[in-house]
């Protein structure tokens, strides 16, 4: 805990966040955090409260609350408040081996948890890890991890976002040597190319990186396993493989026009972006872009909030989300108590950025495309949509009827498919023979195939950036297992 009384003394101070206005004119972090002493305080307002809700992740509800990684979350903040900043990295390390990629991206399910929010609110607990990891970078804290032996076991990790990151970072420090295949030109995956940089910049992936290497790990861009090096040779060259390859197959929406010019899934329009960005500051062209187009949105999840972030950036007319949800209320019903995660209205930075940009929040609740509408060139001009109701049928399957009278037709030239993912690429699970339902089904992280194992969205299918850590995590200790057993290691 903080300060006994610190929850009743101080109020809830979030992260500093840019004037929507300036931030979308460029591609900047767009919050800053508070000074030390005010994250002091709010590290005082963690409570004795006797079962720290936060720290313990779980479902509920069929949604995330308390920390997926279990993060000792009153402890760190007590010695924030005692001003032990090391100590509390120290701490925080034990669990969370990325806090700067968590405490800027993770949507804070320790927060929904917090005992603290049932007297007024939650503690600040995503700005707090982030303070302590930035000032454990600046002090100089952070090293490289170097195995004092090697185990001579070698193991090959496919794909380096936030998993296969995890189950290098785990393997290292076991004294395996490993090896992280990366099919992009740079290491990072998701949190390079799937997230945009105001929300995580580069920076601060590639200073992640540096460390890694200088602990020893090797990476390998360029690489696509299954087709620049074959599963076979994979498997013959090290002792096991985990692959942590995202759920990267995005999900369609087929209506009548998908094949119209200017509809695009929203990874391929922030891979491309963030790319151009990377290479030459935009100045190669090869983007997406959405400059002087009327965009809309498909899809109500952080993703579509990014493309209208994005599209804000490229100064777009106008952008429009249809979100497939009805409004959420301002406060909890009673069939969404705490500790679930809260569904309650609110506006995700990208949605406050058109706001101030527009004048209004651009969703449309409870609605869906019908149709895309073209001109004789075949390129996009307008989307049909209508609004829709939810009704459960007598076997209580959810069922979305449209609403009678309510279509519309929305001009749009770029349309930007939002609407989640169906898990991972299948290449390479059908060279390896694997049923993927059967993968995410199972507990297990190793397959059928003896040495290989999955982890990360690449088994659970679409989920958190918290969750694929500890995913990535778990696997290690299971793939540790499975080599010390196979070649006697006395470790």
């Known amino acids: 805990m903080g300060k006994p009384t610190g929850f009743l003394e101080y109020k809830r101070q979030n992260a500093q966040y840019r004037d929507p206005l300036e931030r979308i004119q460029d591609w900047k972090e767009i919050s800053n955090l508070p000074q030390e002493s005010d994250l002091v305080k709010q590290a005082a307002r963690c409570m004795d409260c006797g079962v720290p809700f936060c720290q313990n992740g779980s479902l509920v509800g069929g949604m995330s609350t308390g920390c997926p990684i279990f993060n000792l979350i009153p402890e760190w903040n007590e010695l924030v408040y005692r001003g032990n900043w090391k100590e509390a990295y120290d701490r925080l390390s034990i669990t969370n081996p990325f806090p700067e990629f968590t405490g800027r991206a993770c949507p804070a399910p320790c927060e929904a948890g917090c005992v603290a929010s049932l007297y007024e609110s939650s503690v600040t607990i995503k700005n707090i890890e982030l303070a302590i990891i930035e000032k454990a970078f600046e002090e100089g804290w952070v090293k490289p991890q170097i195995p004092k032996e090697r185990t001579g076991v070698k193991i090959a990790v496919v794909g380096s976002g936030p998993a296969g990151l995890a189950c290098a970072h785990e393997l290292n420090n076991y004294g395996h040597s490993v090896t992280v295949f990366e099919r992009s030109d740079r290491i990072g995956g998701l949190l390079t190319y ?28 360029n690489v696509e396993v299954g087709k620049d090096y074959s599963l076979e040779k994979l498997q013959k060259e090290f002792d ?8 990267t197959k995005p999900r369609d929406l087929q209506v009548n026009g998908r094949n119209l010019g200017g509809i695009h899934f929203a990874m391929d329009f922030l891979h491309a972006n963030t790319k151009s960005m990377l290479d030459s500051n935009f100045k190669n062209g090869q ?16 993703t579509a909030v990014d493309c209208i972030a994005t599209s804000l950036r490229q100064n777009c007319k106008s952008v429009i989300q249809f979100d497939i949800y009805p409004k959420r209320p301002t406060e909890r019903e009673a069939d969404n108590p705490w500790p679930q995660y809260p569904m309650v209205y ?9 706001k101030a940009k527009f004048g209004d929040d651009p969703r449309l609740f409870a609605t869906t495309a019908l149709e895309f509408i073209g001109n004789e060139e075949g390129q996009l001009t307008a989307v049909k949509c209508v609004g829709i109701r939810t009704i459960f049928n007598e076997n209580g399957e959810k069922i979305r009827e449209p609403i009678p ?28 023979n694997i049923d993927w339902k059967e993968i995410k089904n199972s507990r297990s992280y190793q ?22 850590i500890q995913e990535g995590k778990e696997a290690a200790k299971s793939c540790h297992e499975y080599v010390t057993s196979k070649v006697n290691l006395s470790i």
Not at 447 to 466: M, P, Y
């Open 405 to 432: 009278n309510t279509e519309k037709i929305i001009p749009a030239q770029l349309v930007l498919l939002a609407i989640g993912f169906e898990g991972p690429e299948r290449e390479l699970f059908d060279q390896l």
């Open 447 to 468: 397959t059928k195939v003896e040495n290989v194992f999955v982890a990360g969205d690449a088994r659970r299918g679409q989920s958190l950036i918290v969750w694929a």
């Open 346 to 354: 609110k506006l995700d930075y990208g949605q406050e950025e058109a």
């Open 240 to 247: 096991a493989v985990i692959l942590c390859t995202g759920a």
């Open 287 to 302: 983007y997406i872009s959405a400059e002087g187009k009327d965009v809309v949105v498909i899809g109500g999840g952080d």
């Open 194 to 221: 799937g997230i945009p940089k105001m929300k995580i910049e580069q920076h601060a992936v590639d200073r992640r990186i540096r460390v890694m290497e200088e602990s020893g790990i090797t990476f390998l861009t």
